[in-house]
T-cell receptor, first 111, second 111 residues
Framework: DQQVKQNSPSLSVQEGRISILNCDYT??????FLWYKKYPAEGPTFLIS?????DKNEDGRFTVFLNKSAKHLSLHIVPSQPGDSAVYFC??????????FGPGTRLSVLP | NAGVTQTPKFQVLKTGQSMTLQCAQD?????MSWYRQDPGMGLRLIHY???????DQGEVPNGYNVSRSTTEDFPLRLLSAAPSQTSVYFC??????????FGSGTQLSVL
């Protein structure tokens, strides 16, 4: 049973609009979360992180929201750009070690 | 260029063959890990290391061996390749164990 779920395999968004990628986890002991972006034929690259002591973290166009009671986090990209088209992975861990990754969501930003 | 270097990029094996996937980093990172990525399953941790001489198993270690004789290198050995090991393999390193830098991957097919 997957401990980290990304229930939308794919998402299409118009350029300039908001992209919202969702992630759910089952282990209440997870306390540190990451989002990675992956282009084809490349390794994942770090995007943004959040600790369980926060409910929001921003970095430029990217914002991650954490709802601990719902065991849910989301990544908002505003405004979306064609270069954001990639697969996005959510990852969760306890104490920031041995991350468990979700299956990924493929984002397509349409010009 | 600093980073995580994986070789080879592509490999085809026959069932029962053995081989070593190479991983090297030049950032003096203590933490290194190996993941495999399969469709619909995200990245799963195979083995990891928190420093030279120290390794431990991840989520899916069966059929794989690792060693960490130096800080720079973390090779992954397939002892007797099986079709179930067909996957894309990623090596990653980290200074703190929280934010990971990934290599570009090795695509392995076992026939």
């Amino acid at each position: 049973d997957q401990q980290v779920k990304q229930n939308s395999p794919s998402l299409s968004v118009q350029e300039g609009r908001i992209s919202i990628l969702n992630c759910d986890y089952t282990n209440s002991m997870f306390d540190y979360f990451l989002w990675y972006k992956k282009y084809p034929a490349e390794g994942p690259t770090f995007l943004i992180s959040i600790s369980s002591i926060k409910d929001k973290n921003e970095d430029g166009r990217f914002t991650v929201f954490l709802n601990k009671s719902a065991k849910h986090l989301s990544l908002h990209i505003v405004p979306s750009q064609p270069g954001d088209s990639a697969v996005y992975f959510c990852a969760a861990s306890r104490y920031g070690q041995n991350f468990v990754f979700g299956p990924g969501t493929r984002l397509s930003v349409l010009p | 260029n600093a980073g995580v270097t994986q070789t080879p990029k592509f490999q085809v094996l026959k069932t029962g063959q053995s081989m070593t996937l190479q991983c090297a980093q030049d950032m003096n990172h203590e933490y290194m890990s190996w993941y495999r990525q399969d469709p619909g399953m995200g990245l799963r941790l195979i083995h990891y290391s928190v420093g030279a001489g120290i390794t431990d198993q991840g989520e899916v270690p069966n059929g794989y061996n690792v060693s960490r004789s130096t800080t720079e290198d973390f090779p992954l050995r397939l002892l007797s390749a099986a079709p179930s090991q067909t996957s894309v393999y990623f090596c990653a390193s980290s200074e703190t164990g929280t934010r990971w830098l990934f290599g570009s991957g090795t695509q392995l097919s076992v026939l």
